[in-house]
């Protein structure tokens, strides 16, 4: 539920149909601060949580196993 729910967010801010694989999407959107501030703030309303600095890494713009595991954490 919260993999649908993460991959949902991540098709809403970026909805481009010539990435097909969500890994690239996770990828492009941490790439544009744009994007990222979208996504964190839209996960973080999603889910009623808040997010600390630390777990804003390069990991998570690679992993949805941690993603998921950090709002695990924070719930």
């Given at each position: 539920?919260?993999?649908d729910d993460?991959?949902?967010?991540?098709?809403?801010?970026?909805?481009?149909?010539?990435?097909?694989n969500n890994?690239?999407?996770?990828?492009?959107?941490?790439?544009?601060?744009?994007?990222?501030?979208?996504?964190?703030?839209?996960?973080?309303?999603?889910?009623?949580?808040e997010f600390?600095?630390?777990?804003?890494?390069?990991?998570?713009?690679?992993?949805?196993?941690?993603?998921?595991?950090?709002?695990?954490?924070?719930?």
């Open positions: 539920m919260i993999r993460i991959n949902l967010i991540l098709n809403e801010i970026l909805p481009d149909n010539d990435i097909k890994i690239d999407k996770l990828v492009t959107v941490g790439s544009s601060s744009i994007l990222a501030l979208h996504f964190i703030t839209a996960l973080e309303e999603n889910f009623n949580i600390d600095n630390d777990h804003i890494n390069h990991k998570f713009f690679s992993d949805f196993d941690y993603i998921e595991e950090v709002i695990n954490t924070l719930r």
